[in-house]
């Protein structure tokens, strides 16, 4: 841990989280986080169900402050949510305008940053072309299948133009094909923007998969239990990178991590 | 949850607070409208020389004797077109031009052919039970769950079994609900009436004392008939929840 | 069913109201019931004509539709602004949200008694009784509307840091649309309810004025047309807003 602004990689941090602590009606739910986000890097999260993976996101996402330390956001504070800063719920169904098409639905991060009305039309169509919803643009969400409206939650969040994505859980609720096609949209995502994006999944494969670190909580109260690096090349593909030896050796690390830590209870 | 019920009372507290010393700083507007206080005297009043209770029956009996000649028939009818869609569809135009008629509409054909007194209210009445009963009682026969009706296939109910044994059953809970709006209806129809021509019970009673000037003892009536509406439809709800409680949970676990 | 099928049903469907009214003018023809009491409806629809024509009728009909439109477009207008303020407000729904609840089931036509000793037997009257009688549920309705909007919505409004007036805009009064129509239907009824019956009590210029003169006068094909005309406007009234729903609301249809 260093308290300058730069990594071991040389590259600057997006994100420092020091010595975070976060306390809920009476209850220590977060304790003693220390984490630095690289700009640019793609950074999982993994634990058991309620040790506070979509607390530490919210926290990013500027929607608690911390009770004790804080979270540094390009070196100030994060207080409140920012315009640039992204947060893509697992719940899609629920986080979408049910009366406004796709287009409207985007048009309200447009709406929200006061960008002028001309220059809307082309972003939101940009955005809807980024995740393959350009031939959906007039639909209810209540018209789409749940990945379609995923993507329409993704594109909400790309008309932004974040910094950083917060994805909690995004994929959770879909099914397995889906949810891969999705998967190397959001690296392909990834690539075009250089966007940091931090993402919390159940899914110790999805996680190695798609990052370039994984951290792993530990229950009762919340706090880092393993951090590692992932040094597998990148384009990745479904089919080679889950069967290179260092990504089988990844998996056993995390999955005896995993399951240690419900032990612990 | 108990703090908020009180915080609940505080805003109705202060207006009755602030009306009170409204009108006793300024008493000029006296002849329209008087003091909480003198309103709560005036029932007080009213109750113990057993005026009010005499006009309270006259009420009730209008309001119960009309929802149950209404809600019987809208529930005879209701599931019959909620069970057989063909009757449906037969009567759909003639219930649908039926229905829009205010019924305080038919007061002045009520009038003409009963005259003043009980026989006209229980009409009004009962044409506004009827109606509401009717159209909740139909979607709740036609809701009952699909796979329910499948069982009773299975296992070769004969009809009137099916419905015995199966349809109301179900539909119950459902239909309890409809006689509960039904009621609630049935106390506001029955007031209204007698407030526009009817001679007798609690709205005729405020009526009366408007014209004589008697502005403290039409506010204790109106202070009364919200008190017997409110206990009118906590009791309704209490059967239901009573009658129901548990079919209810039961519903919410599925 | 087939489209084929469904029109044979409504053809049907209006035959059998047709044929009650044929019963209705059978009966009356043969007097079982008397034509002081029950005119047949070829004597009904004639007095409704002819009352159009040159009875005043059609001046009855606007006082009505104008009393019930004035008190109830005042009272929604009030209903949605209040509501509005006050259901955007956790803190306000707790203090304000159990005496609406409490009023809700109470008889609205009690203020009628109040409302003559404040303004008279005056038009002023029954507009106050109506915009009174459909304020409380369209206001509840409103906050009903505000207490349901789904909570991840607004964490995304707090997301893209919009302003509160936006989140009320934007998320939260969309969101609670459904309810204030529901809302804004069921008071329209009431509406026409109390129009008719501050017209019979204060003699108003309106329907209720005619159908009480006409049965005070025992011209019982006159009062038969005020009832049709009264249920044609209940009618229309309900196919109005149940059109403004559909349209505004197609979003929840579609699936
Ligand atoms: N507002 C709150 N008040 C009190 N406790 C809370 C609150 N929000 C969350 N918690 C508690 O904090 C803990 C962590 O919750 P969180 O939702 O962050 O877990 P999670 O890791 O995202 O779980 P899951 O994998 O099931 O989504 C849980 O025990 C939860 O009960
Ligand atoms: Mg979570």
């Known amino acids: 841990m260093t308290d300058s602004a730069m990594n071991s990689a040389g590259r600057q941090s997006l994100y420092e989280f020091r010595d975070v602590g976060l306390t809920l009606g009476g209850k220590l739910i977060l304790n003693g986080i220390e984490i630095t986000v690289r700009k640019g890097e793609i950074l999982c999260i993994v634990g058991a169900s309620g040790c506070g993976k979509t607390t530490l996101l919210r926290l990013a996402g500027g929607l608690y402050r911390p009770s004790q330390g804080s979270v540094l956001f390009d070196g100030a504070p994060m207080t409140m949510p920012r315009q640039d800063v992204a947060i893509i719920f697992q719940d899609y169904g629920r986080a979408l305008l049910p009366w406004r098409t796709a287009t409207g639905n985007v048009a309200l991060a447009l709406e929200a940053a006061k960008v002028p009305a001309a220059e809307r039309k082309g972003r939101i169509e940009a955005s809807l072309a980024k995740v393959g919803l350009a031939d959906h643009a007039d639909k209810y969400p209540t018209e789409m299948s749940g990945g379609m409206q995923q993507r329409l939650q993704i594109a909400r969040c790309l008309a932004q133009e974040p910094q950083a994505l917060l994805m909690d859980e995004p994929f959770g609720a879909l099914d397995a094909m889906t949810r891969q096609s999705l998967q190397d949209e959001t690296l392909a995502l990834h690539a075009d923007s250089g966007a940091t994006i931090i993402f919390v999944t159940h899914d110790l494969e999805e996680a190695i998969y798609l990052g370039d670190r994984v951290i792993g909580l530990l229950p009762h109260p919340g706090r880092v239990g393993i951090e590692i690096d992932v040094h597998l090349p990148r384009p990745r593909s479904q089919l080679a990178t889950r069967e290179e030896p260092e990504f089988l050796r990844l998996r056993r690390e995390l999955f005896d991590f995993i399951e240690k830590s419900e032990g612990h209870r | ?254 | 069913m087939t489209p084929l099928a469904q029109i044979s049903w409504r053809i049907a469907s209006f035959a059998f109201a047709a044929s009650l009214v044929v019963a209705w003018q059978l009966v009356a023809n043969a007097q079982l019931i008397s034509p002081i009491f029950l005119p047949g409806p070829d004597r009904a629809w004639a007095a409704l004509v002819n009352g159009f024509t040159d009875r005043g009728l059609g001046g009855k009909l606007v006082g009505t539709l104008r009393h019930m439109t004035f008190g109830w477009l005042a009272a929604s207008i009030a209903a949605i602004a209040l509501g509005s303020l006050i259901g955007s407000s956790r803190r306000a729904r707790i203090y304000v949200a159990p005496s609406l609840e409490f009023l809700r089931p109470l008889p609205v036509s009690a203020i009628i008694p109040v409302a003559i000793a404040l303004y008279g037997l005056s038009e002023g009257m029954a507009i106050f009784v109506i915009a009174f009688g459909t304020l409380w549920p369209m206001l509840l309705a409103t906050i009903q509307g505000y207490a349901g909007v789904e909570p991840r919505l607004l964490e995304v409004a707090r997301a893209l840091n919009l302003s509160r007036l936006e989140t009320v805009t934007k998320i939260s009064l969309p969101s609670a649309m459904p309810d204030i129509l529901a809302g804004m239907r069921v008071s329209l009824t009431v509406a026409l309810i109390l129009s008719v019956v501050c017209e019979i009590v204060a003699g108003l210029d309106g329907l209720g004025q005619w159908i009480l003169i006409s049965a005070r006068m025992f011209r019982s094909p006159d009062l038969f047309a005020g009832v049709i005309l009264l249920g044609a406007v209940g009618y229309l009234a309900a196919a109005i807003i149940a059109e403004v729903e559909r349209r505004l609301l197609a979003w929840r249809k579609t699936h």
Request: glycine share 8%.
């Open chain 2, 1 to 254: 949850m108990s703090s908020d019920r009180l915080k609940g009372l505080i805003l109705p507290a202060l207006a009755v607070l602030a009306f009170e010393i409204w009108l006793r700083a300024f008493p000029i507007a006296s002849d329209a409208l008087a003091p909480p206080s003198a309103a709560v005297m005036a029932l007080a009043q009213g109750l113990a020389d057993g005026s009010v209770l005499l006009a309270t029956r006259d009420t009730l009996l209008g309001a119960i004797i009309g929802l149950g000649i209404g809600s019987s028939i809208g529930l005879l009818l209701g599931v019959l077109t909620g069970l057989l869609p063909p009757l449906d569809r037969l009567l759909e135009v003639s219930i649908e031009s039926i229905r829009p008629i205010p019924s305080v509409a038919l007061l002045p054909i009520g009038l003409m052919v009963f005259g003043f007194g009980y026989a006209l209210e229980f009409s009004i009445v009962a044409k506004t039970c009827l109606f509401a009963t009717l159209i909740l009682t139909r979607s709740a026969v036609r809701g009952v769950e699909p796979r329910l009706m499948e069982v009773a296939r299975a296992l070769r109910l004969s009809p009137f079994a099916r419905v015995t044994k199966i349809v109301l059953p179900a539909a119950l809970p459902q239909i309890f609900v409809a006689f509960r709006l039904a009621a609630g209806a049935a106390l506001i129809v029955a007031v209204t009436v007698e407030i526009t021509i009817n001679p007798q019970g609690l709205g005729h009673a405020m009526m009366t004392a408007q014209q004589a000037l008697r502005p403290d003892v039409m506010l204790g009536y109106l202070l009364w008939i919200g008190i017997v509406g409110f206990l009118w439809n906590a009791a309704l709800l209490l059967a239901q929840r009573h009658l129901f409680g548990r079919a209810a949970v039961s519903e919410a676990m599925r």
